[in-house]
């Protein structure tokens, strides 16, 4: 039998071409990502209303996210945020997707089709699909960090270089300021254990090895832990507000987490209309003919080895939500949420080439035909997903646009009063099952009328507009607090109420989207004048505003 470790190891290769096609699916999945640059979602607004560096600091400082703070910081006050975050935010996922490609090849048991689906599907999982904003971006550069060292803990397995192993410590360190890899660290771990020390076959006495001589490897994430414990431990409002709640019910929990994740990602994967699929058939086509010559004259693959790969992937998805299942942040398909899903694609991409060579395998009869195909389907229908997230992220940012440029102009914010009251006319609102953003948090808000009157707005969502036409109070957590920190209100001094509603261009109807498009990057004018058209307020004095909720 031979041995797991020679197994593992592999030697290098032509990378040229696969890469040639990893950066053409990656392009086209993301190219609409590009378009957002300089839009603003979720926290990013924080960085608009929050005044001055050691204001920021202090904000960072109670979160335990100095590093963060400063870099998100300074990335806001570039001159070129809007270039500089589409560079980093595309080069980190990519380029993790070369590191991962690199690893693989150097483990044997991973035969070329496998590694190259692998990759493929790891690059374009539709999933995380907020991370195009300026403040996830620090995240998308931990994520690089955590493969890169992969990549050098590999390399040192390879060549037994301790300068390898040193450097791969220090970055695998700095890519624990997103703390949920320091779990994900497990699988790092692992990989070693069976290439180095061949821990599957000599089991007790490969792991003594391991962890007498790797002990800094394992003890590297306590290392981490203690010292941010020490130096970055959260404190005030936000004390303990990631501590862990481990009990009988979490597996279930994380079954639960990845199940209604998975169902999401297969809706918003499926063609919605005529065009999506025809777009999915083109794509499939093509990549059907860029796949199949890099894979020519492959061996079948065992159904033994398609099932092993599987359990390790159910493994790898599994701990990519745990980590956030035990703090009470399970991963979410949409919204600003979506961040807490950055780690599971490499556990969705493993488990969806295995089911492939499964499905392949079980036919028989033309079973790398069978492969590439599927997979050609699945990624086709991926790439048109994200594209379409994508786009409508970019008609809400016009939205937002639309806000801005209408409270410019309104003449009651000129000298207006410090805060008002914000009600959203939901009635008239698309469905935003792609972005997740039915509703703007209040500091969107603020920021939105600090850009538009330069002036510091308190902000109150107290009520919307729902389907059925009625009126009703917003009785959330946010709205509490906020009643809470004003007091009694007296009418007099109340503050007024501005009503968003849909105003008469439609952005969300075929071709709205491209229109306004080509109006912001050949005709800024007409742009201007046009995008305001998208969203309507208008301002409501308090007393009235009440009258209406008590006649509903």
Known sequence: MPNISDMLKAGRGKIRTETILYFGVYVSAFWAMSFLGRSMFWDDWIYVYVDGFMKMLKLGSENGTQLQTVYHYLLYH???????LVIIVNSSYFFAGLLLDSILRRVRVVD????????????VFPVNTARFTFVLSFRGLSYFMFFLGARLLAGYCETEKKALKSLSLAVFFLSFFTESLLMFYLLALLYIACVKYDILTSKKEGVNRFVKEQYDLILLPLVFWVIRSVFWRPYGP?????????HKGTLGEIIDVLARNIKAVAEVVTPGDLTSLIIVLILTFVL???IKPLDNGAERTP???DLAFLFFGLFALGLSVFPYVIVQKPPVPYGFESRHQMLMPLGAAIILTSLTGILASMIGRKELFIRYVVTSVILSAMIVSLNRTYIAFHAEWYRELSLIGNIRDDPSFSKGPDMVYIVVDTSQLKDTRLTGHRYRFLWEYAGIFRVSTGRTYKIGCPAVVTKDRKLMMDLSSNWDLIGRSMGEITLPKAPPVVLIQKGSYNVDEPYGHLKLLLKEMFRKKDFDAEVKTITKITVIPYDVFTKMLASK
């Not at 936000?238 to 481990?246: P, R, T, W």
Request: aromatic content about 20%.
């Open 78 to 84: 570039s001159s070129f945020r809007d270039k500089f």
């Open 112 to 123: 070329k089709w496998t590694r190259i689906s692998v990759v493929l599907f790891f690059l």
């Open 238 to 246: 936000v004390a303990g507000h990631n501590g862990f709640n481990v």
């Open 288 to 290: 059907y003919r860029s």
């Open 303 to 305: 159904i033994r080895k």
